[in-house]
């Protein structure tokens, strides 16, 4: 019945369907009251990664919120960015003319544990003067992946990072 039918199989194995079914049960009103705020929203997926932006496309792990959530994902019209493990690297004149509604920044350094002193922090790089000039900025709609980065990264797929990710998105979208 609910999106947890893909975790039937391996949960039937363990004799835990009813309860699989209802921990998505659970997340189904939690989507569709972010997929009230994003859907049909321009977004911009980004990963920052050692002092740049890469655009990501919507098999990257940022996909919940185009794919799921209905957001348009306007990074997936850059460049090879499909392609691109990391994201494709695009310019903030490249930002500026695809000019968000809300812009999703996963912090790769955050994740991997980074510690060069010569890489800056997401924001302090992606809050620039050219994109302070965009309404996404001015709004507050730039939502940084940080304190979760690692889950966002590596862990995309299971009941336990699901809610991670949709706690970190409704902190940002509905509180």
Known sequence: AGKGNALLPVASIFGKEAEVEEMFTDFL??????NNVLKDKNVLLGMYNSNALGLMGTGS???????????????????????????????????IKLNPE???????????????????????????DLIKELDVYKDGKIVYFIEHA?????????VQALNTMLTDLEDALLN
Do not use: C
Request: net charge negative; glycine share 10%.
């Open 29 to 34: 009103p939690r989507i569709d009251a972010l």
């Open 150 to 158: 690692n889950v966002w990264y590596t862990s995309t797929g299971g």
């Open 61 to 95: 792990q940022l996909n919940i919120i185009s794919k799921e959530l209905g957001a348009n994902n306007l990074s997936a019209s850059v460049g090879e960015v499909e392609k691109a493990t990391h994201g494709e690297e695009a310019s903030w004149e490249t930002v």
């Open 102 to 128: 809300y812009m999703f920044i996963l912090d790769r350094s955050a994740a991997t544990g980074s510690t060069d002193e010569n890489i800056l922090g997401a924001r302090e790089v992606i809050e620039n």
